[in-house]
C-alpha cells in the first residue's frame, strides 16, 4: 500500500493505539494536518501555546500509563516542546514529540522557521530522529514508542521535513522493533538479589525509599508485600507519593527538603536504605556527604546510569521494579522492627511535620486538607512547582494509587494546569484537581480555552498569595527579607474565568473554604476557586539548601496541629 508521508504518521499513530493528539498547527505540518480528519480515531486537541502540548501529554501518560503525543510545526513550534520535553525526560514520563521540519533542500540554509530541533534536543530526550525519507516513517515511529515506553520510560522526538509528508512510499508497518544497541535490563541478578535480602535479615533499622519507578512499574503489591513482610518502614520520594498508602501504619510521609521532620530523622539513623525506583536527588538528600551515614543502601533501578551516580551503594540492583520485587519477596522471611516502628511512631508524635498554627486566617494548608476532605482522597492531584506544590504533597493524604503528578526534576512553573489538561482528558471519569500558585498559573494561562473548547471538567484551586511564594520564602530566610523580584501584581482570576466561561469564585474566609469546595465538585464544568491566602506563609518542614536531613528547620513552636496525620496513633 502506497501512501504519502503524512498519512504514514496517522496509520502508524492509530497502530500503536494512539488516542489524543496534543498540538498547534503551522506551515510545515499542515499535509499532516489535512490528513487528520480521515483518522477519526486520533483525537486532536488544540492546545494555545506547545509548551501546553508537551505538558499535556506529559499528563496524560502520567496518568494512563500510555505514551502521550504532542505535534507541533518548524521553529518556534518546535522550540516551545523544549522545556516540556525536558521536564518529562527529568521525570521519566514517556511522550512522543513529533514536529515538522522545513523541506530537505532547505535545511541548513537558515530558511525560514528552521531550527535544528534535533541538535537541540539530543540532551534532554532518549532518542530523537530527522526522517529524510516517507520509506523510513512506520519504523521511525515504531522504535520512538518502543524507546519511550520501554526500560526507563522518557521522550522521543520524531522531526519530520514538509517534503516527506507530501512524498509517497510503500507502507507497512513492523510488527516487532529489534534495537542491539538497546537491552533493558527486565530481572535482576540472583546473587545481587541474594545479597539484599542477606542485608534486610540483618538490618535493624531499615528504611524503604520508594520512588516514581514504582508507580512507572505498577509495583504497588509487591512494594507493599515487601514492607508488611519484613516490616520496614515506608518513605517516599516527592514523585513516588501514590505508591504506598498514607494510611498505612508503615507509611511514613516523604523525605528531603520539604519532607517529613521524622521521615528525614529515619533515614538518618537508619542502618539500611532500600532505594527503589528513585535517583537520589540533591532535593531528596540534602547533602550529599552526610545522607544515611549509618546505612548500607541497596539501589534497585531500570536505569543502571543512576546507580552509584550520587550516593555510595553497597548492593546495586538493575531491574525492573516489579521484576526484581517479586524476585526479593520470595528471599525475605518474615520479620518484625517492632522498636524501630515504635521509634518512629514517636519521632511522628514530637515532630508531627504536618503542622498549622491554629488561626482565623486562611492559609494554604487549610485549602489543600479541605479539598482531601471533600473528594475524600479520591481524586489526582496535579501541581506545578513551588509551594503549591509542597503543600499539596504534605496535606493531602494519598491512599490512592498514581494520585499525584507534579514536576520533579525540572520543577516547572506553569505544569499544572495543562497537566491537568492531560490527565483529565486520559481518565475522564476521575476527579481531578490543579493546585496552582497564582505566579504558575499565569505562565500557561491560555490552556483555560482549551479546558473550556474540550469540555474538560478540571478543578482549579489557585493558592493567591500575591508573591512567587517560595523564592519569597528563600529570600526572607536566606537574603534578609529582600524581596526583589517576587510580589505579584495578579489579575482578577474571577473575571478572567468568566472571559474564558468558566465559573468561578473567590474565597477570602476561611469559613467559606469547605462550600467553595463542593461547589466545585458539584458542578458539572471546569471550575476555578481563587483563594487569597495568607501572604507570606512558609513551607515547613524545610532543610536548607547545603544542609544535611539531620539539619531539618520546623514549624515555629507556637504553630499547634489542627490535623494529624490519620495513621498516627
Given at each position: 500500500?502506497r ?8 496509520e502508524?499513530l492509530?497502530?500503536e493505539?494512539v488516542e ?6 503551522g506551515?510545515?505540518?499542515?499535509p499532516l494536518?489535512?490528513v487528520?480528519?480521515?483518522f477519526?480515531?486520533l ?6 501555546h506547545?509548551q501546553g502540548?508537551a505538558h499535556?501529554?506529559?499528563g ?7 505514551v502521550?503525543v504532542c505535534?507541533?510545526?518548524s521553529?518556534?513550534?518546535a522550540t516551545?516542546l523544549v522545556?516540556g520535553?525536558?521536564?518529562a525526560?527529568l521525570?521519566s ?7 515538522g521540519?522545513?523541506?530537505r533542500?532547505f535545511i ?5 522557521q528552521e ?10 530526550t532518549k532518542?530523537n ?8 516513517i ?7 514508542f518502543?524507546l ?5 520510560p522518557?521522550?522521543v522526538?520524531i522531526d519530520?521535513?514538509?517534503?516527506v509528508?507530501v512524498?509517497?512510499?510503500n507502507?507497512q ?6 534495537l542491539?544497541?538497546y537491552r533493558p535490563t527486565?530481572?535482576?541478578?540472583p546473587?545481587?538479589?541474594k ?11 531499615p528504611v524503604?525509599?520508594?520512588?516514581r519507578?514504582v508507580?512507572i512499574s505498577?509495583a504497588?503489591e ?11 518502614p515506608v518513605?517516599n ?5 501514590g505508591s504506598?498508602?498514607?494510611s ?7 523525605l528531603?527538603?520539604h519532607?517529613?521532620a521524622?521521615a528525614?530523622m529515619?533515614?538518618?539513623k537508619?542502618d539500611?536504605?532500600?532505594?527503589i525506583g ?5 532535593r531528596a ?5 552526610a ?11 531500570i536505569d543502571p546510569a543512576e546507580?552509584?551516580k550520587?550516593?555510595r ?7 525492573d521494579v ?15 522492627h517492632?522498636?524501630?516502628v515504635k ?6 508524635l ?12 486562611l492559609i ?7 479539598i482531601h ?5 479520591d481524586a489526582i ?7 503549591n ?7 493531602f ?11 520533579g526534576?525540572?520543577?516547572t512553573?506553569?505544569f ?7 490527565a ?5 471519569h476521575?476527579t ?6 497564582d505566579?504558575g498559573?499565569q505562565?500557561?494561562i491560555q490552556?483555560?480555552a482549551?479546558i473550556?473548547?474540550?469540555k474538560a471538567a ?5 493558592l493567591n498569595n500575591g508573591?512567587?511564594?517560595?523564592v519569597?520564602?528563600w529570600?526572607e530566610?536566606f537574603y534578609?527579607?529582600?524581596y526583589?523580584?517576587?510580589p505579584?501584581?495578579n489579575?482578577?482570576?474571577?473575571k478572567?474565568a468568566d472571559?474564558?466561561?468558566i465559573?468561578?469564585?473567590?474565597v477570602t474566609d476561611?469559613?467559606?473554604?469547605e462550600?467553595?469546595?463542593?461547589t466545585?465538585?458539584d458542578h458539572?464544568?471546569p471550575?476555578?476557586i481563587d483563594?487569597?491566602v495568607?501572604?507570606e506563609e512558609n513551607v515547613y ?8 536531613l539531620a539539619d ?8 499547634v ?6 495513621n498516627t496513633?
Open positions: 500500500m501512501l504519502n508521508g503524512a498519512r504514514i504518521v496517522c502508524s492509530k497502530r493505539g489524543v493528539i496534543f498540538g498547534f498547527p506551515g510545515v505540518v499542515l494536518y489535512d487528520l480528519p480521515q477519526p480515531e483525537r486532536h486537541i488544540l492546545v494555545r506547545e502540548a499535556a501529554a506529559d496524560y501518560a502520567r496518568a494512563t500509563g500510555k502521550g505535534l507541533a510545526t521553529g518556534p513550534g516551545n522545556t520535553i525536558a521536564n525526560h521525570d514520563s514517556p511522550i512522543v514529540a513529533i514536529t521540519q522545513v523541506a533542500p541548513g540554509k537558515d530558511a525560514f531550527v535544528d530541533i534535533t541538535g537541540i534536543t539530543v540532551p534532554i532518542h530522529y530527522l526522517v529524510m525519507d516517507a520509506a523510513e512506520a519504523h521511525t515511529v515504531k522504535e520512538a518502543y519511550a515506553r520501554t526500560g526507563r522518557g521522550p522526538l519530520i521535513p514538509r517534503d509528508f512524498e509517497e512510499a507502507f508497518y513492523p510488527d516487532s522493533v529489534n542491539r544497541s527486565i530481572y535482576g541478578h546473587s545481587q538479589i545479597k539484599a535480602a542477606k542485608l534486610i535479615h540483618e538490618a535493624k533499622r524503604i525509599l520508594a520512588g519507578g508507580i505498577r504497588y509487591e512494594l507493599r508485600e515487601l514492607a508488611e513482610k519484613a516490616q520496614i518513605i520520594t516527592l514523585l513516588g507519593i504506598f498508602p498514607d498505612h501504619v508503615l507509611g511514613f510521609g516523604m528531603g527538603m519532607g517529613m521524622y528525614n529515619a533515614v538518618d537508619s539500611l536504605i532500600i532505594a528513585m535517583r537520589f536527588d540533591d538528600t540534602g547533602k550529599v556527604s545522607f544515611a551515614p549509618h546505612a548500607q543502601i541497596i539501589h534497585i533501578d546507580i552509584g550520587n550516593i551503594v553497597n548492593v546495586p540492583i538493575v531491574g516489579k521484576q526484581v520485587l517479586l524476585a526479593l519477596n520470595r528471599e525475605i522471611s518474615p520479620q518484625t517492632l522498636e524501630w521509634q518512629l511512631e514517636q519521632w511522628r514530637e515532630h508531627p511535620s504536618t503542622t498549622v498554627r491554629e488561626t482565623d486566617k494554604p494548608q487549610y485549602v489543600v486538607h479541605k476532605e471533600v473528594t475524600r482522597g492531584i496535579v501541581t506545578g512547582v513551588g509551594q506544590q509542597m503543600w499539596a504533597a504534605q496535606h493524604f494519598y491512599d490512592k494509587p498514581n494520585s499525584f503528578i507534579s514536576s526534576g525540572l520543577g512553573m506553569g499544572e494546569l495543562p497537566a491537568a489538561l492531560g483529565k482528558i486520559g481518565c475522564p476521575e481531578v484537581w490543579a493546585i496552582c500558585g505566579g498559573f505562565m500557561t490552556e483555560l482549551t473550556v473548547q474540550e478540571v478543578k482549579l484551586a489557585i508573591f512567587l511564594g517560595m519569597r520564602q529570600q530566610l534578609k527579607r529582600n526583589v523580584g517576587t505579584l501584581y489579575p482578577d482570576f474571577v478572567v472571559a474564558y466561561g465559573a468561578a469564585m473567590r476561611k469559613a467559606q473554604v462550600a467553595a469546595v463542593r466545585a465538585m458539572p464544568g471550575f476555578i483563594f487569597v495568607e501572604p518542614p524545610m532543610v536548607a539548601p547545603g544542609a544535611s531539618v528547620m520546623e514549624a515555629p513552636k507556637k504553630e496541629s489542627v490535623w494529624p496525620r490519620r496513633p
